[in-house]
């Protein structure tokens, strides 16, 4: 017994000391490109605004520490895969040969969904938000944001892009393991709507347009997900009929 413990200790270990290297060597690939990296993410706004428009930095540390953040953060995204590939060797020991091909299609689907989310978010949605912050200025006031509160604002929106649309794998997950009927997931599509533009109007600015772009693909992205369900709810009863009567 306690040797198998020491045994997942220093599994544990290994995996653990294999994602930190994994970031390591990401950050060491982003770093050199910390201010490239820095003028690509700072685009939506810059393109919005007139031209000789520029940002600011009100802290002395800003425009040295905003660059390695972003780094660090695309960092972080990309050892993404390497991270998730490890924890995953971790546990598949205890999966059976079913479950081991769910979790692999279920963390392909969760990685691809969150950067299509945040590829909307960044290419479609802030340039909309910023065009219409920066369209509503009064006359006179010149609109020059601190390149911190810009960075926070926009991992803030891509994360929750990135997150709404994991809704399909979400509504799969509850509904392949029992927890609520397809038939209640359709039931209350009334409710999911009205509380998708709730979560639309807490997390974009204040205008119907931004409010729009979150709230209907996140309803679109639980109709998918109902459907997926169903599908996959119908079959896998088929085959138990079938494994019945055989």
Known sequence: MQSDTLSHFYELRTTCIRIVIGLLIAI??????????????????LS???????????????????????????AIALSLPNTLYHIWKFVQP???????????????????????????????????????????APEGVAVMTEIGNYL?????????????????????????????????????????????????AIFTPPDIISQFMLAVPLWLLYELGVLIASLLIRKRNQNAVTALSA
């Open 28 to 45: 060491g690939i982003t770093l050199p490109f910390a201010n490239e990296l820095h003028q690509f993410f700072v685009k939506p706004l």
């Open 152 to 200: 926070d604002f926009l991992v803030s929106i891509i994360l929750a892009f990135g997150i709404s649309f994991q809704t399909p794998i979400i509504v799969v997950a509850i509904a392949y393991m029992g927890m609520v009927e397809v038939k209640t997931l359709k039931e209350i599509r009334s409710y999911v709507i009205v509380g998708a533009f709730v979560i639309g």
């Open 48 to 74: 919005q605004l007139p031209a000789g428009g520029q940002m600011i930095a009100t802290s002395v540390t800003s425009p040295f520490f905003i660059p390695l953040k972003i780094a660090l953060y695309v």
């Open 94 to 136: 205890g999966l059976y040969s079913k479950e081991k091909l769910i979790s692999v299609i279920g963390v392909i689907s969760s990685i691809l969904l969150f950067l299509l989310g945040a590829g909307f978010a960044f290419y479609v949605v802030i340039p909309v938000i910023f065009k219409f912050i920066i369209g509503s």
